[in-house]
């Protein structure tokens, strides 16, 4: 069975440094992984799609990695703002699978 | 282009009520999905469809029926509430299986 685990459960950090949040995944027999943002009492919004025959994507500050066979993904976020606060979450989906396996989140927050 | 709209976006029920959660997509996609939120657990699957008229159970169906009548609408029915049912209900659509997945606000519903 997939789990995915995010470390940490939450960072704080001042404005203007740049962060690493982190997923793992048990079976690396993935199709894709997406990172999603979710501020407080909203839905998802869709970050990164990485496929699995991708090493890493990019949009703006943020930048995403995949290490397949270790089971890992990173996404980096550059010189973060307050505007970044929010939770982050990744998921994996399997070859043939409509399902998305989700991490937990790491909750963000940016201090001005 | 409104996106994934969800209504409502709160309901209380009592324990052994009905009621029918709507999601709708203005974007063409062939693919929607239900999930629930709970704190410490992630974001859980319940029933998915690839195309108007199929629907496919995910990881915890139990409890709920979906109907997919038209290609634009989702619909999540819980049949008889039990309170092990309060949760964060959100919708999702994609283009086709495997690709970024588009979510709504999410419906906040309590059962008591």
């Known amino acids: 069975k997939q789990e995915v685990t995010q470390i940490p459960a939450a960072l704080s950090v001042p404005e203007g440094e740049n962060l690493v949040l982190n997923c793992s995944f048990t079976d690396s027999a993935i199709y894709n992984l997406q990172w999603f943002r979710q501020d407080p009492g909203k839905g998802l919004t869709s970050l990164l799609l990485i496929q699995s025959s991708q090493r890493e994507q990019t949009s703006g500050r943020l930048n995403a990695s995949l290490d397949k066979s270790s089971g890992r993904s990173t996404l980096y976020i550059a010189a973060s703002q307050p505007g970044d606060s929010a939770t982050y979450l990744c998921a994996v989906r399997k070859g043939g699978s409509e399902k998305l396996v989700f991490g937990k989140g790491t909750k963000l927050t940016v201090n001005p | 282009n409104a996106g994934v709209t969800q209504t409502p976006k709160f309901q209380v029920l009592k324990t052994g009520q009905s009621m029918t959660l709507q999601c709708a997509q203005d974007m063409n996609h062939n693919s929607m999905y239900w999930y629930r939120q709970d704190p410490g657990m992630g974001l859980r699957l319940i029933y998915y469809?690839?195309?108007?008229?199929?629907?496919d159970k995910g990881e915890v169906p139990d409890g709920y029926n979906v109907s997919r009548l038209k290609k634009q609408n989702f619909l999540l029915g819980l049949e008889s509430a039990a309170p092990s049912q309060t949760s964060v209900y959100f919708c999702?659509?994609?283009?086709?299986?495997?690709?970024?997945?588009?979510f709504g606000p999410g419906t906040r519903l309590t059962v008591l």
């Open positions: 469809s690839a195309s108007e008229g199929t629907t």
């Open positions: 999702a659509s994609s283009p086709g299986p495997s690709t970024t997945q588009y």
